[in-house]
């Protein structure tokens, strides 16, 4: 009865999500789920590795130390080849037809009585996470930290998603790992509602895609509507989660679940996403 030093791969085993098989990082129930995994990895093994390598870490570490070598892992494959051979094979939009500065507020708060309402307005994107969203989030929520009257702080989207994800006119801009990484754990949306001592709740509706559900999965409870999509796609991209992912959404269920879903780059309805404990309720109308 050895220890297992588990490889600096994906160890993938047979049988039911989250049962009682620690050496495995994701486990799959059929021959078809096995190859469509393997394809996977096999497309971007860099990512895949670096992925499980993260949720072994972060699943015993605590919520800031999860999340700082979460940032250090996805600052480095911003710089891999597989994340740049993805990224010359996209035909990106350009933000020209409208600079940041004139686009409209990207976050609109409201303040009653000890609630603060936070919703994000981007919707003609689906609220894409950009810069200035993460700015204003990160202001509302340092606003929350500072302010002991807030009992409640609620987290919604306008439109017709909740956020469908990190700005994709975004993508490729850091040239330089480390202050990617330095910005990243300066001002990080999860980290903050993750520490809030009130209560927090975030309202889901749409498109929940990579940032979208890695964020408010940091919060006390989330409710969705029916309809709601649940993603990680970064993995094809040749990254990992880097919203907080890897750590919210392991608190949530599991390491070998997150895997799964990450590199599988599957969409999670509501009803599993409830089931697999994502998610707290689902509701037509969540608010």
């Known amino acids: ?42 497309k971007q093994p860099v990512a ?28 480095t494959l911003q710089h891999s080849q597989g994340f740049l051979d993805w990224l010359a094979n996209q035909s990106r939009p350009h933000n020209t037809h409208q600079p940041p500065h004139a686009e409209a507020e990207p976050l609109l708060v409201h303040r009653h009585d000890d609630t603060l309402q936070l919703r994000l307005n981007r919707p003609g994107v689906h609220n894409a996470f950009n810069e200035n969203l993460k700015a204003a989030l990160c202001e509302a929520l340092s606003l929350a930290h500072e302010d002991t009257r807030i009992k409640q702080v609620t987290l919604a989207g306008e439109g017709p998603s909740f956020c469908a994800g990190g700005d994709l006119t975004e993508f490729g801009l850091a040239k330089d790992a480390g202050e990617a990484h330095q910005s990243r754990t300066s001002r990080h949306a999860g980290a903050l509602l993750a520490s809030l001592d009130c209560y927090t709740q975030a309202i889901l509706h749409g498109a929940c895609i990579g940032a979208g559900i890695e964020i408010p999965a940091f919060a006390d409870r989330l409710s969705a509507h029916p309809d709601t999509q649940f993603r990680l796609p970064e993995i094809a991209m040749g990254l990992i989660p880097g919203a907080g992912g890897t750590v919210s959404l392991l608190r949530r269920i599991g390491r070998q679940r997150t895997a799964l879903l990450a590199i599988s780059n599957r969409s999670l309805s509501a009803r599993t996403a409830l089931q697999w404990g994502l998610i707290d309720a689902i509701a037509v109308d969540p608010n």
């Open 1 to 42: 009865d050895g220890v297992f030093i588990p490889p600096n791969c994906p160890v993938i085993g047979l049988g039911k999500t989250n049962q009682a098989q620690p050496w495995a990082d994701l486990l799959v129930e059929t021959q078809d789920e096995l190859k469509i995994i393997v394809g996977a990895i096999t």
């Open 48 to 75: 895949s590795a670096t992925l499980v390598q993260v949720l072994r870490h972060n699943e015993k570490a605590t919520i800031p130390d999860g999340l700082l070598a979460e940032s250090l892992a996805y600052s």
